[in-house]
């Protein structure tokens, strides 16, 4: 059974930095992908970033690319997702999720909240001076 947890959100500043982390388990073979999607109130939720586990391919949001990293440690099972650069627009509760039936070309799926599984709690983050 898939299971995932997000940890690491929290309350900074605009220029500063924050890391999220979603510890994934459950998986079979590395045949899926894990995103982060975030959603504020009233508003869809929003891709933000995501890693193919069999090849480690990433993907951004424009929104995001340059300011936000996702990678991946294998041996603690864990994706994170490293964001810096903080802007109020940023503030967000932030879910990871995985994608366990993948479609290629993955760059016209991955953003899609709806090609996800499986999903985490979600953790705040908020971006205030």
């Not at 890391?19 to 933000?48: H, M, N």
Request: proline share 4%; hydrophobic share 35%; glycine share 10%.
């Amino acid at each position: 059974q898939v299971q995932l947890v997000e940890s690491g959100g929290g309350l900074v500043q605009p220029g500063e930095s924050l890391t999220l982390s979603c510890a994934a388990s459950g998986f079979a073979s590395d045949y899926y992908a894990i995103g982060w999607f975030r959603q504020v109130p009233g508003k869809e939720r929003e891709g933000v970033s995501s890693i193919l586990i069999l090849d480690g391919t990433t993907y951004y949001a424009d929104s995001v690319k340059g300011r936000f990293t996702i990678s991946r440690d294998a041996a603690k099972n864990t994706v994170y997702l490293q964001m810096n650069s903080l802007k109020p627009d940023d503030t967000a509760v932030y879910y990871c999720a995985a994608d366990l039936g993948l479609f290629f070309p993955y760059s016209s799926h991955w953003y899609k909240p709806l090609e996800y599984d499986e999903w985490g709690q979600g953790t705040q983050v908020t971006v205030s001076s």
